[in-house]
């Protein structure tokens, strides 16, 4: 939590929500509200997941999970049942029965977070639970005791999902890749555990379902007690049909690989995408990066040189299968027009200016919207516009103009609200009521300079000459 004081510390006000949700001082908080963020959600979010038009979960570290009824406006934690500390993955089934996968652990995969020390105790409490309300309740379909990292579900069985479950125990221990053929049963599903693939030592990450079938899964980072990279990570594929799995690993994905994508504009599903972070301490150095392989890992082509070291995931743009978002540990988000060509070229997105977002997520009932999910800075919203071929970027949201403005800047919204306006410190120093339409919003008597706008969850930048 985040809170201010203006008068040497004799009172506090909170600073992470809209000002016109905070309650009165010396008071009880009603439990359970929706309000709206101000963006300094100061931790770990890993996935927002739309339930439906309206109903979105999103997937943090530290405060479980924030729940929005009004299509990410205003987010609660009105919900029961999901008790961990971190939410990682949320899966939907086409029944509507949403997943997600739960540990008290946080930050799983970060560089704090791959040795068995810190991954194996006992307050683990790892488990996968399910909702039939859109996440207004949360049961339990199965507790593991150790981390659940990821959920994947068959589109080819509806009774089949796939978990990546954390614990290595000296190498005995129940961690690694799960899977369910009675995933209907809910509480009462059974769960069997894998073989482990070549050269892992139970850290499975990312899983994907193809179309035949077959399991592709990327196995992360780990330290031993030394604190030695071990060369157990890499992308691996699994045949249900002989309960097998195959290293379709390159050599630079040995250490430290994090997320696996299918390309959409593959059919066949031969062509996948893997983000790398470089490790330290010999060979794990200089490996970062984003990796393609054409022939289902056969071989590998490291696309990104040594432009990014640490790459975590690539997204698609639903509407356009060549163009893809990359995501980096401190580099900041990037963009590629063609992602299909021999030498993608990568772009920063500038009005993106966070160093750390972990996935890129597209509005499935607005598909111009684009929500970037962050290590460390919540979730933030933005949306694509065209001005030429291939010119598409992550943009501000509202609408304001002229720009730089002197004393009345004019506001086009879709919707009513309040529009706050704070300072290049975060100050807030103006509040305006807003209707459908035009507005016109007085700078009168303000400093020239930058100035932040807000408006239901929205954010834009305007200048004052």
């Known amino acids: 939590f ?31 509200q929706s309000y709206h963020s101000v963006g300094l959600e100061n931790t770990t979010c890993w996935q927002v997941h739309w339930a439906n038009a309206t109903t979105l979960f999103a997937a943090y570290s530290d405060i479980k999970g924030i729940r929005s009824t009004d299509g990410g406006q ?153 604190g030695a990279f071990t060369n157990s990570s890499g992308v691996f594929l699994y045949n249900p049909a002989g309960n097998s799995w195959a290293d379709r690993s390159d050599p630079g994905q040995y250490y430290w690989t994090k997320d696996v994508v299918i390309a959409p504009g593959d059919p ?22 984003l990796y393609r392989t054409t022939n289902r890992g056969q071989t590998w082509t490291k696309l990104t040189g040594a432009q990014f070291d640490r790459v975590t995931s690539v997204t698609f743009n639903p509407s356009n299968a060549k163009q893809a978002y990359l995501t980096t540990e401190q580099q900041g988000l990037w963009v590629t027009g ?29 598909p111009a919207e684009i929500w970037v999910t962050s290590f460390g800075n919540g979730m ?27 004393d009345v800047v004019v506001l086009q919204s879709e919707a009513a609200g309040r529009l706050d306006l704070f300072n290049a410190a975060g100050r807030l120093l103006r509040s305006f009521p807003v209707e459908s339409g035009r507005n016109r919003l007085s700078l009168a008597g303000l400093e020239p300079g930058l100035y932040l706008a807000r408006l239901n969850g929205r954010v834009g930048k305007v200048v004052k000459e």
């Open 2 to 32: 985040v809170h201010k004081t203006a008068d040497g510390g004799q009172t506090w006000q909170q600073a992470y929500v809209a000002t016109a949700d905070q309650h009165p001082a010396g008071q009880s908080t009603p439990a359970k």
């Open 74 to 226: 205003t987010w609660s934690f009105n919900y029961t049942g999901l008790n961990a500390n971190t939410t990682y993955r949320l899966a939907q089934h086409p029944n509507g029965t949403l997943y997600a996968a739960t540990s008290n652990i946080h930050d799983m995969y970060q560089s704090t977070r791959l040795a068995d020390n810190i991954l194996d105790n006992a307050d683990a409490e790892g488990k996968l639970l399910y909702s039939g309300d859109n996440g207004a309740t949360w049961q339990l379909l199965h507790a593991f005791g150790h981390p659940v990292f990821w959920i994947a579900l068959d589109p080819n069985n509806p009774n089949r999902a796939y978990a990546s479950v954390i614990h290595y125990n000296g190498g005995t221990g129940a961690g690694g890749v799960y899977r369910t053929d009675n995933l209907q049963a809910g509480g009462a599903s059974t769960w069997t555990l894998l073989p482990d693939p070549p050269r892992t030592q139970k850290h499975p990450a990312a899983l994907v379902v193809l179309n035949d079938g077959q399991l592709l899964a990327t196995y992360s980072g780990r330290r031993n007690a030394g």
């Open 268 to 289: 066949a599903q031969n062509t996948w995408y893997a983000g790398v972070f470089s490790g330290w301490g010999g060979a794990p150095n200089g490996l970062g990066g």
């Open 338 to 366: 063609d992602i299909t060509v021999a030498n993608p070229v990568f772009t920063p997105v500038e009005h993106y200016d966070y160093r750390q977002p972990e996935r890129v997520f597209f509005n499935p009932y607005k």
């Open 380 to 406: 933030r919203v933005g949306t694509q516009t065209v001005t030429g071929t291939d010119d598409i970027s992550l943009t501000n949201t509202l609408e304001l103009f002229p720009n730089p403005a002197s």
